[in-house]
């Protein structure tokens, strides 16, 4: 360390710990039951708060997927209506990108981002109670068009004008204010992580020391901060529309349906990295972990990730080259496209070299964190394909589609959530999860996912489009199969549940570092994690 | 927490709040964008929605230029709409004059605006209408028929790779929605 954040750190020192001491006499008698956790502001209360509503928000749209697959195990239709079945689809993307993935990632970072930078707390913990508390009402609003006349959302979650103003149902200003307030909540989130890492850090917690997750949560945020309002604008314009006679995406008044799908990628492609950046901060945290090595090239990592960030904002419209576009435009946005494949080739060749030689053991974050490597690959190179513009109109809106997504967003984005929950749940609860229930949830897991997600693949090349209820009889085999891994991943998720209580309510005590290779500020404190994380600033090494 | 951070703090909230509430804008802001950029590239067969002025070219009598005319209503658009004639071929430079025919076949007055599209997208540019009913919107009485003129000119810069242009007309209908004057 040099002397001037040494001469630094006393001043600090006193600072903080009056802070600190503040705090705690605030909270010494803190509320209990509910109310604790309606006014906590607390990063790890939150943080709790996030990834149990994520968890039930999985399970929600996963039921809705569940009747998607019921209806598709036979062709013809059986058990509900195509209106319904679109309702399906259309809710069940929704909760699964805003409801499930979103807010995991949120709760990981209040948990993770103030132990592994050496924060008391986050930087703003009122705004933070606020963003959590909002998202349920916003759900609720959601599910409750659902039960509404005329039925809820079943224009598909990307909502394409004019399915969504002309022929959308009556309840689609619920559909829009919902997803007003779901905006709001990621903005404040994101404007609470980049004050906490901006101005937050432990002295000596330079730049190019910060753990890849904070890394990879920072351009996630600013990607946020980009593009929810441009979301809530389009919502704006779907609303205005359809209930104040504005023609946006109207043809009749001068607008255009097409504009629609431009504004709506332009948020939708950067969401797609929201989605996925915090992934590889975790994998980068596990991998090293069990690798007992550090990480391959990390300052690498930081560079991809940011130009993977800034590459988004230039590849929308590669979801919409059936829209007729000048050729030159399908060329700029297919080369674009094809460009990501090389950060996003960085990173994985960086988490191989990481293991590379290293003592590997394979406990269960390693194999989520493994099969997450593999598999979000596989979802990498169907993107591939799909970038290919030619190509692309044969796999346009088909089954190919589906499966590519939900390889990068079930076994990459979920998968990854799942190794981050089992690689901190001992930092968490204080308690050793059951490693044998953990092997079981990941077998289960990643042998039903692909029984469930790889024949998509197949029904999207023989040309069985997406978002039908019903479909030609030649695709009812591999329907069944699939239906049949559906039905097996959604229960096993039941054993991941099962692992969460048991581990919360007891079990082997874990030790502060309960995994012998792991590097991080967050393994210096005792586990479980007292309630305020570091009332001190810690020494950065 | 001391007060300079709570000073730095409410620095970069205000930067962040104003980054998102910028980026609001924004996606407004992309609706004019998409039109001007959409109408100097000529993509998406936009065409423009107002009158050119026709200045005297030189006929290029050595290129022919197919011009095909179709003509579409909205499901729920009570009219018979139709070109004079499906397809002609014009010489660049040359002005034009041509009608469709419009006939209500419902016993209500109705409002029609028609929106032409012109395929392939990178000749619309180039496809100059001096006086077209997609000007404005077009009233017919109850089972009243009309003739609706349009005169064009091709412009005599066309791509040689183009030799056909293809001009559709979509015919909303918009009685309900009250518009006064012109689209535009």
Redesign the interface.
């Known amino acids: 360390m040099n002397t001037l954040t040494r001469e630094a750190e006393p001043n600090m020192e006193i600072g903080q710990v009056e802070a600190a001491s503040d705090h705690q006499d605030e909270h010494q008698q803190h509320p209990s039951g509910i109310k604790r956790w309606l006014f906590t502001t607390n990063h790890k209360d939150i943080g709790t708060l996030y990834l149990w509503f994520s968890f039930i928000m999985f399970l929600t749209g996963g039921a809705m997927a569940m009747v998607i697959r019921a209806e598709l195990f036979q062709p013809g239709l059986q058990l509900i209506e195509p209106n319904f079945f679109n309702q399906m689809t259309t809710i069940h993307g929704l909760i699964m990108v805003f409801g499930a993935v979103m807010p995991a990632f949120t709760g990981l970072a209040n948990w993770l981002i103030p132990m592994m930078i050496g924060a008391p707390d986050m930087a703003l913990p009122r705004m933070n109670n606020w963003s959590f508390w909002i998202l349920p009402f916003a759900f609720t609003i959601l599910l409750s068009s659902l039960f509404m006349e005329g039925g809820g959302p079943n224009f598909g979650w990307t909502f394409y004008a004019p399915l969504s103003t002309t022929y959308s149902p009556d309840s689609t200003a619920l559909f829009v204010f919902s997803i007003h307030i779901m905006g709001i909540s990621s903005i404040m989130g994101a404007i609470n992580v980049i004050v906490t890492i901006v101005n937050m850090r432990a002295p000596g917690m330079t730049w190019m020391k910060l753990p890849l997750f904070v890394w990879t949560w920072l351009i996630t945020a600013f990607l946020l901060i980009a593009v929810m309002p441009v979301l809530a604008g389009v919502v704006t314009m779907v609303l205005t529309d359809k209930y104040f006679g504005t023609s946006f995406f109207d043809a009749a008044g001068g607008g255009d349906p097409v504009m629609f799908q431009h504004i709506f990628w332009f948020f939708g492609h950067p969401e797609v990295y929201i989605m996925i950046l915090p992934s590889f901060g975790i994998i980068s945290a596990i991998v090293p972990t069990f690798s007992r090595k550090r990480l391959f090239g990390y300052a690498s990592m930081v560079y991809a990730t940011s130009s993977i960030a800034i590459l988004s904002f230039l590849v929308w419209a590669h979801h919409m080259f059936t829209t007729g576009m000048p050729v030159f435009a399908e060329l700029f946005f297919m080369y674009c496209t094809m460009l990501i494949a090389v950060p996003t080739g960085v990173k994985v060749f960086n988490w191989i070299a990481t293991m590379w030689r290293g003592s590997l053991t394979f406990e269960t974050p390693m194999l989520f964190a493994i099969a997450f490597i593999i598999l979000f690959t596989i979802g990498g190179f169907s993107g591939i394909m799909l970038a290919i513009t030619p190509a692309d109109f044969q796999y346009h809106d088909t089954y190919f589609v589906v499966a590519h997504f939900h390889y990068v967003l079930v076994t990459g984005a979920i998968f990854s959530i799942m190794a981050a929950a089992y690689y901190w749940l001992p930092k968490w609860t204080g308690n050793m999860y059951d490693e044998r229930l953990g092997k079981i949830h990941f077998w289960c897991s990643v042998i039903s996912v692909n029984v469930l997600f790889f024949p998509m693949h197949f029904l999207g090349l023989a040309g069985m489009p997406r978002r039908i209820p019903d479909y030609a009889v030649q695709f009812a085999d591999v329907n069944q199969i699939v239906s049949i891994g559906g039905f097996a991943f959604g229960l096993s998720q039941f054993i991941f549940l099962a692992l969460v209580i048991k581990c919360i309510r007891g079990g082997e005590k874990a030790a502060a570092k309960p995994w012998e290779g792991a590097e991080g500020l967050e393994w210096t404190l005792p586990s479980p994690a007292p309630y305020h994380s570091f009332t001190t600033p810690p020494e950065i090494k | 927490?001391?007060n300079n951070?709570g000073k730095?703090?409410r620095k970069?909230?205000g930067i962040?709040?104003a980054?998102?509430?910028?980026?609001?804008?924004?996606?407004?802001a992309?609706?004019p964008l998409?039109?001007v950029l959409?109408e100097q590239?000529g993509?998406?067969?936009?065409t423009q929605?107002s009158a050119s002025t026709y200045k005297p070219f030189t006929i290029d009598e050595s290129r022919t230029i197919t011009i095909e005319f179709m003509a579409q209503i909205?499901s729920d658009m009570p009219w018979e709409f139709k070109p004079e004639v499906k397809r002609m071929r014009v010489h660049p430079g040359e002005l034009v004059r041509t009608h469709f025919k419009a006939k209500n076949l419902s016993l209500k007055d109705t409002i029609g605006?028609a929106?032409p599209s012109v395929s392939p997208?990178?000749g619309a540019a180039y496809f100059n209408k001096t006086e077209c009913f997609c000007f404005n919107q077009q009233r017919l009485m109850a089972k009243e028929s009309a003739e609706l003129p349009l005169i064009f000119f091709v412009d005599p810069d066309l791509p040689d790779s183009i030799t056909t242009l293809t001009l559709s007309y979509?015919l909303?209908?918009?009685t309900d929605?009250g518009?006064v004057g012109s689209?535009?």
């Open positions: 927490m001391s951070q730095s703090n970069l909230i962040l709040i980054g998102a509430v910028g980026m609001f804008g924004f996606g407004f992309l609706v998409y039109d959409c590239l993509i998406n067969g936009k929605n909205q605006q929106i997208g990178q979509t909303y209908n918009i929605r518009y689209v535009e």
